[in-house]
């Protein structure tokens, strides 16, 4: 069955999912303790606020404040990527426990933006959402490679040491 969004609700919804996820990958850098993956959940974080900036221009409500003052924010309460952080806080998280909660929320975010764009009928909407879905992708594979990689399992920069000819 279509979904209908506006414009607008799609762009406060991408907005806020931008935030969820850039207060997340904050939150993830914060308890890291390796400087890789410090900096590739930095550089993540950075990347969610640019996307958020991205919609935020889009968006014509007043309701958010300026864009500044939106990303300062506190993190959103009902954030379930900063939750199952949290929780695992209790349990001496570390690097691993965060990019393992990243990758299956990011995993989970994807599916849900494709399912989402599909129902929707209003092509510029349904683009919100595919975007969306697609910039989420990305970052799954950049997860992915240094969850690779700290788990010294054969990285992608090292697989010509592997590949036999």
Same mark, same amino acid.
Do not use: C, Q, W
């Given at each position: 069955m279509p979904q209908e969004f506006n414009m607008q609700e799609a762009l406060k919804l991408a907005i806020q999912t931008e935030k969820n996820v850039m207060d997340f990958y904050m939150r993830a850098s914060e308890i890291s303790k390796n400087p890789k993956t410090k900096k590739v959940f930095n550089t993540l974080s950075g990347e969610e606020r640019e996307h958020a900036g991205h919609f935020f221009h889009l968006?014509?409500?007043?309701?958010?404040?300026?864009?500044?003052?939106? &990303?300062?924010? !506190? !993190?959103? !309460?009902?954030?379930? &990527?900063?939750?199952?952080?949290?929780?695992?806080?209790?349990?001496?998280?570390?690097?691993?426990?965060?990019?393992?909660?990243?990758?299956?929320?990011?995993?989970?975010?994807?599916?849900?933006?494709?399912?989402?764009?599909?129902?929707?009928?209003?092509?510029? *909407?349904?683009? *919100?959402?595919?975007? &969306?879905?697609?910039?989420?992708?990305?970052?799954?594979?950049?997860?992915?490679?240094?969850?690779?990689h700290h788990m010294a399992m054969v990285h992608e920069t090292d697989i010509d040491i592997y590949v036999r000819e």
């Open positions: 968006y014509k409500g007043e309701d958010l404040g300026t864009f500044d003052e939106f &990303m300062a924010t !506190p !993190p959103h !309460p009902d954030s379930a &990527m900063l939750h199952e952080l949290e929780k695992a806080l209790d349990e001496n998280v570390h690097e691993r426990k965060a990019m393992e909660i990243a990758l299956r929320e990011e995993e989970d975010l994807e599916k849900n933006l494709r399912l989402t764009a599909s129902h929707i009928v209003d092509p510029g *909407v349904r683009s *919100v959402f595919e975007r &969306m879905a697609k910039e989420t992708r990305d970052h799954y594979e950049i997860i992915e490679s240094e969850y690779a």
